[in-house]
Structures are given as structure tokens and as C-alpha cells.
């Protein structure tokens, strides 16, 4: 097989940073090549040096694309050589239409007047194509995430795309959903279309790759081909981190005391649909020591049960009681729930967790101001000490505590986001997906960091989609499907086969 | 991944040298050489009519309040929201002190109170929708705009409203009487300008020391001595210039407290930092267990005070109440802010930053007066050096 695309020696910096270092990537005609690596390694780099986001002049290297090669002033010389980039952010406007959306800045107009209907049949092919049933009329807003990817990639076909590449894609999607989304990419290679596919999620790699290329910081690790002998998931760790990973979640002594946290019979309301039960009478509870797991698919009401326990941050119409030691408290605002006990580090870093332009000593002591503060007026060096101290304990690496939250890496942003929470001293926290979209060193030490947690005697409750991940951390693991706890299992006797099992069984009465 | 991630860049600690650390506190220093480029400008142009003593109380009196509402505004902006109704408020409250006073016998005293008050009130009327009922604030406040420009109206009848008693004109016109009684020289005024600059040096000093104590990144000593000796030279200047006319408006102290209060509240409260951090992220900040709602509130609230404040001012200034009073006054206000280097988007933006916004201002005003050009052109000129001061700050950003 000929190579559709070849990167030579591509070297970008920035001021004060080299990004890429003498990077090589071949891709080869009608393959799906993976490009893993931990966060920073420069694989987005390397996908805006090729989609001509960073202008040919701006690095150094060629790119041969078809035998050619290739100087891409802008992603629309880019894009007419049939190269679409998918980057994690979906760029679809929510408020167009699904056919609007795919036929952005690419109409099928004369003289600027658009043909409505040529539009719509298009849009029904491509939407067959790829495996959606929605009419193209629908807006983008009202659809889930996973079928948004969907029409990311219809908008890639529109465009008559020859190599297609995937930023993350599966990030946010169930299981369902990316096994729909890699296979359409088999389905695309079937047809000759190459794709190259970033991400985090190794297993998905092993199960559809051919190749396998790993950065680490800003540099070709290696190239692994799929096709002779098994490729293991420690094995592409291996090369990513540079170094085996024994285990992929510290060791832990576990100590669990008597139970600190109650939640009895929880229930939220769908904040615009009063009639929409999202939470259904929740029982749960926690021991001292203890990682306690909720698993469950997307839009299981995990998080929404979350954040309307933490100052009722979600719904309407909620009841139910929370006890901490067996006492009733009050969780009713936010304010009130951190001075009670609990904390929630969210799901979402960037909208609900941080302030980014702020730097990490003002995020830290956010949500504890009155730790820092005499009658209201902050010591600034004791704020300054404090934020060290975090910044030291949890590893936070940065040039020093007044460098912009929006500045750093996923994990250390993370790590930012639960010195916040630690330092606001609480006895329960929740954990809304801790690792998601950060890079498997970061997330060894992040476990590790929710070990000491359990190790200091305070209850640690953990939302995560990733199965493994909860197996391997908690002690106990509650199933949620549909709003309703649906299991609690041991970890001893708990396994990946039995959780979707049991999500199954609920779904189908 | 972020390309921008700084994982693995270790910043030696080093001595910053003198370029460095200007050029890294940019945004603080950028404006204040602005403002004085602008000045050096007018004072050469004028032929030195710019910096007599005259002149410069007039130049404190025009802009005290201006300077006093950028104070509001800065929080206002900072909470990521804009008030357009300050202009109105200020001819609002302007006209109920004159009829206060004028028609309907109140003392100053009470006028004062009673005013600001009102101001406090116009504020949580407003900062009521913005807050609890996620109205835009520029909906809310161009609404506010409109009834208490026609309120205005409806309560002078019309017609101007004055003179004012002497005690109430004082706020504007008094001067801090001599107390070493000195003849044609304010010993008074030379006394406070000297007490103020060992009081900046001193706290200076000390925050510095404590600074170096702990470790944390300081301006270079040569720096901080010539930025201190810089300030007291300026502070000092001012004061004797000041001495030779007629010493101290009472404004400026007003002023002068105000600006002082709020740098601190910004800069070291935790309501000052809770509003920066509402501006730059209310969900975060929500979900962190600060009462965002109540805190836009309050913001409004202080807004109006401030904005009665300067109604009152400026009605004692004018010693009359018309039923223009405060008209445009939203826009100076507002530009004075954005030029000290707030963000349209919210939390970012100072109180000093404000401040030399609102002077920057001011000196075009008075040096383009004085150089005769006639309202048109200075309404153009303001208008570019705006678009100017904020393109250069969005350009330095992006660096």
C-alpha cells in the first residue's frame, strides 16, 4: 500500500516551548492510523500543522499528501484536497438546523440564493450514511452528543473527504455511541477513505487501528503496526509514558469505619419539565474511608443527582434527606452544603470548575475565601502559602501559583479543581468523572490522590463512565440507570460483565 | 491536549531586571505613561495653561464625578454586566435634591442622606431584574435610562431648579480651610500631600518587605524606589500647586477616600474577589458557594449610590438642577472604565486602571477646551482614542 500522507521532520515551537520536535507520520492509503500520546505530547500540534491551522512558514518540514508536496496557507487548502479535521469541540452551530449545520459554509446556491431541497436530499443521504434517523430539519441543540459527532462526520463526507481526522471523538459519548462511531470508520476504510484517530481510549484503538503512532512530548516515540501480532493496551502505555505501567491504580490499604453519609430517597425534577423525573428516590451511603462508585451509561442521572445533592446546582422539586454522622443537614444552597461537609469537583473543568483566566491561587482558595481572609480581607501571603502548599502536595506542575488556570494541561487543571475542593475541608466528596480527558500519568496520580483522601478518613463518592477505572479504584460500586439506583455491588464480586448486566436487566422492565 | 500547556517549562527564579518586569506588568503601567504623555501633550500646547493651579482644580471639580461613578462601573463591568443608567441618575437625584432643598425646605443634611438613599434604591431596582430575573443588564439599564431621564423631566416641571444653600454648594465649591492660616498659601493642603506620601511610602515599604519575606515576585528595588519617589514628586507637586490657589476641594478628598476604599475592596476583600471571580465565570463561581445572584445585586446597588453621589455633586457644582443634568454622562463613564483596561467580557479590570480611564478623559476634555476645538472634534477625537486605548489592550492580550 502506497502512503496517502507522509509528515517529515515537522518541528513547531512557540515562544518558549518546543511542541513538536522532528515529528514522522506516514499514513498509508485507506488505513486508520491512531496517534495516542498523554496530554501535551503534541498530537493537536501536529493535526493544525497538517490541516493548515498553523500556515505552512509557521514550522518547519514538509508535507507530502498524495505525492505532493503540500504548503496549506489555511484549512480551506486544506480542506479542497480533501483533508477534514474533527476536533473535539464540535464546531456545529446549535441553533441551525442539522442540514444548515452540514452545508455551513459549503451552500448549494446559485447566485447565493440556496436550493432548499437539493439541500434536504443531500442531507437524508448523508445522514443514512452515517447511520442517523433524524430529519435534516432538526436543530442541532435538541440532539444528544453522540449523534452531533454523527453529524460532524456527515458534514466531513459533504465535503469529499479522503483523509479524515478525529480529535478525541469519543470523548464524550457512551459506549453505544462510539461503537457506532468506530464503526463507520471501518466502514469508511472499507470505501478507501483513511482516517487518522486520536485518542485516549486505547481499547478502542486495538479494537479498530492498523497503526499505532506515539508522541511523547513533542516527539515520534514509534510507529506500531497492528498487523503483526497483538498490540496490548500496556504496550502502547509503554510508549507513551515511557515506562511500563505495573499497575494502572496505586494500591491502597482500605480502612472503612462507620457509615458518615446518608442520602434517603432523592429525587429531582428536570429543571424546564417539572413533570420529568430525572432522579428517582436515591438511597445511598457512605463509610469513612470508603471510594463508593456510581456507574452507569450517559445520561443515567448520575450527575444530575450529584449536582442537585451539592445546593440543589440541579432540578426543581427536591426532596429528600442527606445525613452526615447520622445528623440531618442542610444542603439546600451551595454555601451551605461546603459548610457542611460536602464538595463536588465537576465533570466539566472548564465551564463549572474553573475560573480560567484567573491564576491557580485564586482558584484554590475560591470556594474557602474565610480560610484565608480576616473580617473579610484576604491575607494575601497566607493565600499564597496555602496555594503553595497545594501546588507542592498535589504535584500541580507550573512555573509557579500565579500562572492562568487556562495555561495548563488537562491534569494539572484537574489537580487544581480538587486542591480547591481539599482546602474548603470537606468530609464527602463527590468526584464527577476525576480523569476524563487527561492522559494516563495524570490520572495515576490523581487516583492516587483520591487514595490519600480515603487513607484521611473522609467518604469519596466517584462518577465515572469508564468501567475499569471505578473496578480499580472503589470499594463499593452503585449502578444507576434511568435516575434510579438499580445495584450495589461489592467491588470483590463486581465486574464490567455484571454492571451492564445489571443495566440491561433494569432497561428492559 | 492543549498546545499551550507549560507542563514541562521550568521558570528558573531569577532576578527580574528592570525591562522584564515593566514589560510584564505592561497593563498596569501602559495607561498611567498614556496619561501622562497626554498631559505632557496639553500642558506644551497650552502653553502651560494645563497644569495652573486654576486650571487644575477645575480639572478635579469637572471630573470628580466621573471618576467617582468609574468607581461603580468598574465593578458593574467586572461582574460582566454594564449600567446605561447612571447619566439619568444623576440628573434624577440632582433634581430631587434641588426640589428638596429649593421647594420644599429639607436641610442639606438630610437632603444628602435622603439622595443617596434614592440612589441606593434607583440601583436595587434595577440590579433586582438583572439579578434574580436574568433580564440583561443593557435591556434593564437602557430602560432605566429612559424612565429616569423622563422622571427627571416630570420633577423639575421642566424648568431649572436652584440656587442651592451655601452648605450644600460646599460639597462642590468648599476647599479644606487653612489651619496654619496662611496667606495665599494653603499650608493645609502642602501638610496632606506630605502626610499622604509618607503614607504611601510607608505601606509600600512594608507590603514590600513582607513580600520579599515570603518569597513572592517584586518589582526590582530600583523600580520600586523610582516608581515611589516618582509618585511622592507627582503627589507633593500637586499639592503645592494646589496651595498657591485657594488648597484642597472637598471633592477631591471624597474622591481621593473613595478611590483609596475601593483599591483595597477590590484588591484584598473577599467581595472584591468574589465579583472577579463572578465576572469571569458565574457558573464556577456558583458552583463554589459564592450567592452570584445576591453579589450582581449588590453591585447594582453600589452602582446607584455612587451614581446619587455624583448627582449631587454635580447639581452643587452647577448650583442649579436642570433637567439635562447628567445627560451622556453613561458613555465618559464607561469609556473611562474600558480604557483603564476592564474586559467587556467581565473579570478583569482595576480600580487604579479606572481611575486614570476616567483622567485620561477628563484632560482631553479640558486641554481640547482650552485649545478651543469645538465640541464636534472632541466628541471624534474621544471616540477614537477610545477605540485606540482598548485595540492596543486586546492586541497586548493576545501577545
Known sequence: ?509 | MDTRTVDDIHVPQQKTSWLEFIKAHFRDYGMLLALLVIMLFFQVATDGTLLRPLNLTNLVLQNSYIVIMALGMLLVIVAGHIDLSVGSIVGFVGGLAAMMMVKWGFDPVTTTIACLAVGGLIGAAQGYWVAYFKVPSFIVTLAGMLVFKGLTLALLGGMSVGPFPVGFQRLSSGFIPDIFGGQGFNYTALFIGIASVIAIVYFSVRSRANQLKHDVETAPFGLFWAKNVLLALLVITFCYLMATYRGLPNVLVIMAVLIILYAFATNRTTIGRRIYALGGNEKAAKLSGIKTERLTFLTFVNMGVLAGLAGLIFAARLNTATPKAGLGFELDVIAAVFIGGASATGGVGKVTGAVIGAFVMGVMNNGMSILGIGIDYQQVIKGLVLLAAVSLDVYNRKK
Open chain 1, 1 to 509: 500500500m502506497n502512503a496517502i500522507l507522509e509528515m517529515r521532520g515537522i518541528t513547531k515551537t512557540f515562544p518558549g516551548v518546543k511542541a513538536l520536535d522532528n515529528v514522522n507520520i506516514t499514513v498509508k492509503a485507506g488505513e486508520i492510523h491512531a496517534l495516542v500520546g498523554e496530554n501535551g505530547a503534541g498530537k493537536s500540534t501536529l493535526m493544525k500543522v497538517l490541516s493548515g491551522v498553523y500556515p505552512h512558514g509557521s514550522y518547519s518540514g514538509e508535507i507530502i499528501y498524495e505525492g505532493q508536496e503540500r504548503r496549506f496557507k489555511s484549512i480551506s487548502d486544506s480542506e479542497e484536497l480533501g483533508i477534514i479535521i474533527i476536533h473535539q469541540e464540535l464546531a456545529l452551530v446549535p441553533l441551525l438546523s442539522i442540514a444548515e449545520n452540514i452545508f455551513l459554509g459549503n451552500e448549494q446556491a446559485r447566485f447565493g440564493v440556496i436550493d432548499w431541497s437539493a439541500v434536504f436530499s443531500r442531507t437524508k443521504e448523508l445522514l443514512k450514511i452515517v447511520g442517523l434517523s433524524e430529519s435534516p430539519e432538526t436543530l442541532v441543540t435538541n440532539i444528544g452528543v453522540g449523534k452531533q459527532q454523527l453529524v460532524e462526520i456527515a458534514k466531513a463526507l459533504s465535503k469529499k473527504v479522503k483523509l479524515l481526522i478525529l480529535d478525541e471523538p469519543t470523548a464524550s459519548l457512551n459506549e453505544k455511541d462510539s461503537n457506532a462511531l468506530l464503526n463507520l470508520l471501518l466502514q469508511f476504510k472499507a470505501q478507501g477513505i483513511s482516517s487518522i484517530l486520536i485518542s485516549h481510549k486505547l481499547n478502542e484503538i486495538t479494537k479498530v487501528a492498523d497503526s499505532i503512532t506515539v508522541l511523547r512530548d513533542g516527539g515520534t516515540v514509534e510507529t506500531l503496526d497492528c498487523h503483526v501480532g497483538e498490540i496490548s493496551e500496556d504496550r502502547i502505555i509503554r510508549g507513551m509514558v515511557g515506562r511500563t505501567m505495573e499497575d494502572r491504580y496505586p494500591k491502597r490499604q482500605t480502612r472503612i469505619g462507620e457509615t458518615i453519609f446518608q442520602v434517603e430517597n432523592w429525587s429531582a425534577h428536570h429543571p424546564l419539565h417539572s413533570h420529568v423525573q430525572v432522579v428517582k428516590n436515591v438511597n445511598l451511603n457512605i463509610r469513612r474511608g470508603e471510594i463508593v462508585g456510581i456507574a452507569g451509561l450517559m445520561g443515567a442521572g448520575r450527575t444530575e443527582f450529584a449536582m442537585s445533592l451539592f445546593g440543589r446546582s440541579y432540578g426543581q422539586n427536591i426532596s429528600g434527606q442527606v445525613r452526615l454522622h447520622g445528623k440531618e443537614i442542610d444542603v439546600s444552597s451551595v454555601e451551605k452544603a461546603v459548610a457542611n461537609g460536602i464538595a463536588y469537583a465537576t465533570e466539566d473543568r472548564k465551564t463549572y470548575g474553573l475560573i480560567l483566566e484567573e491564576d491557580i491561587r485564586k482558584n484554590i482558595t475560591l470556594a474557602n475565601l474565610e480560610g484565608v481572609s480576616k473580617n473579610l480581607v484576604i491575607d494575601d501571603i497566607r493565600e499564597l502559602a496555602v496555594a503553595n502548599d497545594y501546588r507542592g502536595k498535589m504535584r500541580i506542575r507550573s512555573s509557579n501559583v500565579f500562572q492562568e488556570a487556562v495555561n495548563l494541561s488537562g491534569g494539572n487543571q484537574q489537580k487544581v479543581v480538587l486542591s480547591k475542593w481539599l482546602f474548603s475541608n470537606p468530609e464527602i466528596l463527590i468526584l464527577d468523572e476525576p480523569t476524563r480527558g487527561i492522559d494516563v500519568g495524570a490520572k495515576y496520580e490523581i487516583y492516587t490522590i483520591i487514595n490519600g483522601l480515603a487513607d484521611a478518613g473522609k467518604g469519596v463518592l466517584m462518577i465515572s463512565s469508564e468501567m475499569p477505572e471505578l473496578l480499580g479504584m472503589c470499594d463499593r460500586i452503585y449502578v444507576m440507570n434511568e435516575g434510579a439506583m438499580i445495584a450495589e455491588l461489592d467491588v470483590a464480586e463486581a465486574s464490567q460483565e455484571k454492571i451492564m448486566h445489571a443495566i440491561v436487566k433494569s432497561g428492559r422492565r
